[in-house]
C-alpha cells in the first residue's frame, strides 16, 4: 500500500526552478533516503510532501486521498483545509533544528499536540509519551526543558512528539546536521531501531554509510530532477549516473 504519492512535482521561487518534474512514492513499511549536493532540491521536496510548501503543479496523495491535484492548467489545486488537517495527521515530521516548545517542559511538548489537536484523553496520552520517553532513552527527562538537554536528548524528544501523534508515516530533514559527530550515532541508532520495526520513513540526509545501512530504497538527486534511484546496494555502491558517482566520490575514505 502506498502511503504517499508525489507525481509530476514542479516547484520554483521567483525565477529559480527547483523541482522540475518530481515522481515519487513510498510503500508502508519502506524507508526511503534522499540525497544529493546543497541545492538540489532534496529538502524543498520533503517541505512540499510535508505541505510546508505549495507545489506549483503536481498530484500529492496519501493513503489514496489527495491533498492537491494537477488541473488541466497544470497547476496544482490543494483540497479543503479541513481535508487538509486531516491529511496532515497521516504523517509526522521532524526538523533538523528539533522545534521544541522552549517554555514546554519535555513531557508536554510530547502531549500537546495529542491532547490539543487530536483531543485524545489526557491520562492515555500521558501514559504513552512516558513510553515513548523511555523508548528513546529519556525516562528522566520528563520534567526537563529543552535548554536542559544536549541536541541529542532534544531531537529525540522531537521524535518521540512525532510518534505521539501516531503518524502513518515520519519525515526527516537532515535531522542529524545540527548535531555534533558524537551525538549523531545516537540519531541515527534511533531511526535504525524504528526502521526494525518496519516504520514508513523517507529521510533526507547526508550520512551516506546510514543510508546505505538503513534504506530500502535509495533516490539521487541534484538540480532539481531525480538522477538515480534503486536499492542502496545499486545507487550508493554501484552508480550507473557520472553525477552519482562524482558526488559519492568525497564521502569515501
Known amino acids: 500500500m502506498k502511503i504517499v504519492e508525489i507525481n509530476h512535482c514542479r516547484k520554483q521561487f521567483d525565477q529559480l526552478e527547483v523541482l522540475k518534474d518530481i515522481s515519487l512514492s513510498v510503500e508502508q513499511g519502506q524507508v526511503v533516503s534522499i540525497i544529493g549536493p546543497s541545492g538540489s532540491g532534496k529538502s524543498t521536496l520533503l517541505r512540499c510532501a510535508t505541505m510546508l510548501e505549495t507545489m506549483d503543479g503536481g498530484d500529492l ?14 497547476k496544482s489545486v490543494y483540497a479543503a483545509s479541513k481535508e487538509l488537517k486531516k491529511i496532515g495527521q497521516y504523517f509526522g515530521l521532524v526538523f533538523q533544528n528539533f522545534n521544541l516548545f522552549p517554555h514546554y517542559s519535555v513531557l508536554k511538548n510530547i502531549m500537546d499536540a495529542p491532547v ?5 484523553d489526557k491520562n492515555e496520552v500521558c501514559k504513552e509519551a512516558l513510553e515513548l520517553l523511555k523508548k528513546m532513552g529519556l ?20 521524535i518521540a512528539r512525532a510518534l505521539a ?72 555502491a554501484n552508480p550507473r549516473s557520472e553525477r552519482t558517482q562524482v558526488f559519492l566520490q568525497r564521502f569515501q575514505a
Open 139 to 158: 525516562s528522566d527527562k520528563a520534567d526537563a526543558y529543552p535548554f536542559q538537554l544536549s541536541g541529542g536528548q532534544q531531537q529525540r524528544v522531537s
Open 61 to 74: 496523495i496519501y493513503m489514496g486521498e489527495y491533498a492537491a491535484r494537477e488541473d488541466a492548467g497544470g
Open 116 to 120: 490539543h489537536v487530536q483531543k485524545r
Open 165 to 236: 501523534m501516531k503518524p502513518h508515516m515520519l519525515f526527516f530533514d537532515e535531522p542529524t546536521s545540527a548535531l555534533d559527530p558524537e551525538l549523531t550515532g545516537e540519531i541515527l541508532r534511533v531511526i535504525k531501531d524504528l526502521a526494525a520495526e518496519r516504520m514508513t520513513m523517507m529521510i533526507v540526509t547526508h550520512e551516506m554509510a546510514f543510508a546505505r545501512d538503513v534504506s530500502d530504497w535509495v533516490v539521487f538527486m541534484d538540480g532539481g530532477v531525480i538522477i538515480e534511484q534503486g536499492k542502496p546496494e545499486d545507487v550508493i
